[in-house]
């Protein structure tokens, strides 16, 4: 795996110089990257294409995902099963498919991510509830801003992007596409700065955010690590990470739940943010991992289909649980 950088915006919260961002290297134009550079450049017509077009494309393609990868929609169904116990094999089935058409419309719309401007991104978003991060932001503290992993993402981070934001990314096996999608979550005229997971300078996060910050943390991945407790989540155990509580003891910063959707009526991709915390750490490590997998079933169950049920959520299980997924 190669060495890979943060990005960040010219203007950002840690006043990192720009120099110091990933940049385009002419590494990226050899023969390797030739495949990856027939899918870039279709991206650009693609993403002059009509909503409607594109949207139908992408459920099409996701149609072909779910018929052709097992694999992935073995794992799809898997996870919904642990989930929703009492739901018929149907109704699972019918959430699947739904998912995977989400997922193909997210593929697609990457391509506006990638050649869209900031300003025409935003214009595609709506944050609901805005006045609450407004509301702790003018409070002179620190905000983490907690998520999941949605379909639509990226456009999350784009609705917030000119709030001054620090995030963290892991890093694509591509470095062609680590770069067009690093890029594309901080773009020149944002207030962003965006760590790769395996060089987070944890204390230096935690000191910004003592200050009118936010950290834009995706924090439902079950990780090998030992910041994790078991804690329930819908019908089933899962493995949560504990670093929250932990950033919070130590800046005493907000965390205030929230998700992006995609909504077909408006054409909008729309960050909805939940209220903040409360009483939140508390004395107890389980107690605090159990609140935060119900914000997480509440942002999941405000559109089921759009949360990303292709990752291995119970790759790590308690003693005595078997392992759930297929080789």
């Known amino acids: 795996m190669y060495n890979s950088k943060l990005f960040c915006s010219k203007r950002n919260p840690l ?56 694999k992935r929609r073995n794992i799809v169904f898997t996870n919904l099963s642990l989930c929703f116990k009492e739901k018929s094999e149907t109704e699972l089935e019918a959430i699947s498919k739904d998912y995977f058409q989400n997922l193909g419309k997210s593929f697609l719309d990457m391509s506006i991510l990638w050649w869209k401007s900031s300003q025409s991104l935003r214009g595609m978003t709506k944050i609901e509830n805005k006045d609450i991060l407004e509301k702790a932001l003018k409070s002179n503290r620190g905000v983490i801003l ?53 060089n987070f300078p944890f204390k230096k996060v935690v000191s910004q955010l003592k200050k009118p910050n936010i950290f834009y943390y995706i924090g439902d991945e079950d990780l090998d690590s030992k910041e994790t407790c078991f804690a329930d989540f819908f019908d089933d155990r899962k493995s949560t990470l504990t670093s929250v509580r932990k950033i919070v003891q130590l800046s005493n910063c907000l965390v205030i739940p929230c998700v992006n959707n995609y909504c077909s ?63």
């Open 15 to 70: 006043d990192i110089p720009f120099k110091d961002s990933e940049k385009f290297t002419l590494k990226l134009i050899f023969p390797k990257y030739w495949l990856t550079w027939i899918v870039v450049l279709f991206s650009f017509p693609l993403s002059l294409f009509p909503r409607k077009m594109r949207d139908l494309l992408g459920k099409s393609l996701g149609l072909v995902i779910y018929f052709l990868n097992s």
């Open 146 to 198: 907690l998520t999941l992993h949605s379909t639509s993402l990226d456009f999350g981070g784009r609705s917030i992007s000119n709030y001054p934001v620090i995030s963290m990314y892991k890093p694509f096996r591509n470095e062609l596409i680590n770069w067009l999608v690093g890029k594309s979550r901080c773009k020149h005229d944002d207030n962003a700065v965006i760590f790769p997971r395996e």
């Open 265 to 327: 009526k408006s054409n909008t991709y729309i960050t909805y943010l939940g209220c903040p915390l409360e009483n939140f750490p508390t004395e107890s490590e389980d107690s605090d991992t159990r609140l935060i997998n119900k914000c997480f079933e509440e942002l999941i169950l405000r559109n089921p289909s759009q949360y990303m049920w292709s990752l291995r959520i119970f790759q790590n299980r308690e003693s005595g649980s078997e392992y759930p997924y297929k080789d």
